[in-house]
């Protein structure tokens, strides 16, 4: 087994494995596994993808899910993809605030622009032109810390995988 494991800055970690099983024993291997009564995590298996979330009981809102991708490569080996992250109604509040703050900052930009040019008022426009990049390293930052408070479950839920993966 060869693991390749992305950069740290992320905030959602990714990984990458070979196996020289195949893909239908490795998926089989997640849904015994998975569909055992003294598993206790939440799962969906669909095709090669296998998405395990952490027990309902344990859940929280910085709760993290891993996203599994198991793919044939063109010789005898299969590709395992991971991808730990938030769920994904948080992913998609921080992205369309991320998105909202950009457009913001262009907009707030050229009022500035436009203001100074016209040579009227613009210094309500400027603070929220210099907070806005203030604001964005605030959800970075908050970003982490959610990440750090689900590190728990994130290494509970790679071991329950790396343990999956390598029974037989």
């Known amino acids: 087994?060869?693991?390749?494991?992305?950069?740290?800055?992320h905030l959602r970690p990714r990984f990458k494995m070979n196996f020289t099983e195949s893909q239908d024993v490795l998926i089989s291997r997640f849904k015994k596994r998975l569909n055992d009564k003294d598993c206790k995590y939440c799962s969906k298996i669909v095709d090669g993808h296998i998405i395990i979330d952490v027990p309902i009981n344990e859940n929280h809102f910085w709760s993290p899910q891993l996203n599994i991708e198991i793919e044939k490569d063109d010789s005898e080996k299969t590709i395992v993809k991971g991808l730990f992250g938030p769920k994904p109604q948080l992913w998609t509040f921080f992205m369309f605030f991320h998105f909202a703050m950009a457009v913001a900052f262009i907009g707030f930009s050229i009022m500035t622009y436009v203001q100074w040019t016209?040579?009227?008022?613009?210094?309500?426009?400027?603070?929220?032109?210099?907070?806005l990049p203030v604001l964005w390293v605030v959800m970075y930052v908050l970003g982490r810390i959610g990440r750090r408070k689900g590190h728990k479950q994130m290494d509970e839920l790679y071991k329950f995988m790396m343990s999956t993966l390598e029974s037989d």
Not at 1 to 9: A, D, G, L, R
């Open 118 to 131: 016209l040579k009227e008022d613009y210094i309500i426009a400027l603070i929220i032109v210099l907070a």
């Open 1 to 9: 087994m060869e693991v390749q494991i992305n950069s740290e800055i």
